[in-house]
């Protein structure tokens, strides 16, 4: 199942994606949402994202393909960071450059896990429980500012200004990501196209390790990391990040 959260007459709902249309819900998305008689032609709507997450936890070093390329060890515990809520952006919407000069702002497209139910110390085996789906991600990243100071790492600056968390377009609840492969395309040309199953740690490997660090909540996202391929991005510039079974997340720069 697709889900989608919108924008319609001034007001915000969620549905199921039912080809070109939105049959819409009430309730909670996580617990047992109940159908409308309500359908909306999804040409209709304005995207929101899929969910809105408490937080966002990224993943760093979690491909082994990019770990090789640049000489990194493979890491023995998940590496991860924490973006900010409020860099959350729709499919469609606008990636804003930040003011002032921040240098340069680079793609990254990752696999996003949704949480559905509330878990803490969750082993790998359960962890599915608490998974409700997945979608598609762009974790955009103010890369010189990352490292602008040396004494400090920048992680949560560089990767939360506003519209820098890009989520979408839905969240599918049945998909298996050793399966599929993750393209990212910049002005109609491609930039990456890598095998998810490329992970060090897998999906519900990283729910169940995080889980043990800290409670996860129905609509957090983890962002499974990306591989080889990033680069800066030119403003208006158009970013495709897709991955197979979950559709096309598409973005402006600027």
Not at 144 to 150: Q, T
Request: hydrophobic fraction near 40%; charged fraction near 20%; glycine fraction near 8%.
């Amino acid at each position: 199942m697709k889900w989608m959260r919108f924008k319609h007459a001034n007001r915000e709902a969620f549905g199921l994606v039912e080809g070109a249309t939105v049959q819409v819900h009430e309730g909670n998305m996580f617990e047992q949402p109940l159908p409308t008689s309500e359908r909306i032609a999804i040409d209709q709507l304005e995207w929101l994202t899929p969910c809105t997450p408490s937080k966002m936890i990224g993943l760093w070093n979690n491909f082994h393909a990019l770990a090789e390329k640049n000489g990194w060890a493979t890491p023995t515990e998940p590496l991860y960071f924490l973006k900010a809520n409020s860099s959350c952006a729709a499919h469609q919407q606008t990636i804003v450059p930040p003011a002032g000069d921040v240098g340069r702002v680079a793609f990254e497209g990752e696999l996003a896990v949704v949480i559905g139910k509330t878990c803490r110390h969750v082993s790998v085996e359960d962890a599915g429980e608490h998974v409700f789906g997945y979608t598609c991600a762009n974790d955009v990243t103010a890369v010189e500012v990352l490292h602008r100071d040396p004494s400090f790492p920048q992680w949560a600056r560089a990767k939360s200004y506003d519209s820098f968390g890009v989520l979408g377009p839905v969240i599918e609840t049945d998909f298996n990501f050793a399966a599929a492969t993750l393209r990212t395309r910049v002005g109609g040309r491609e930039r990456q196209n890598f095998a998810l199953r490329d992970m060090v740690f897998s999906p519900l490997e990283l729910v169940s390790r995080i889980s043990a660090d800290m409670t996860l909540v129905p609509g957090d996202v983890i962002l499974c990391g990306t591989s080889l391929g990033v680069l800066p991005m030119k403003p208006g510039s158009e970013v495709e990040v897709e991955i197979d079974g979950l559709g096309l997340l598409v973005n402006r720069y600027g």
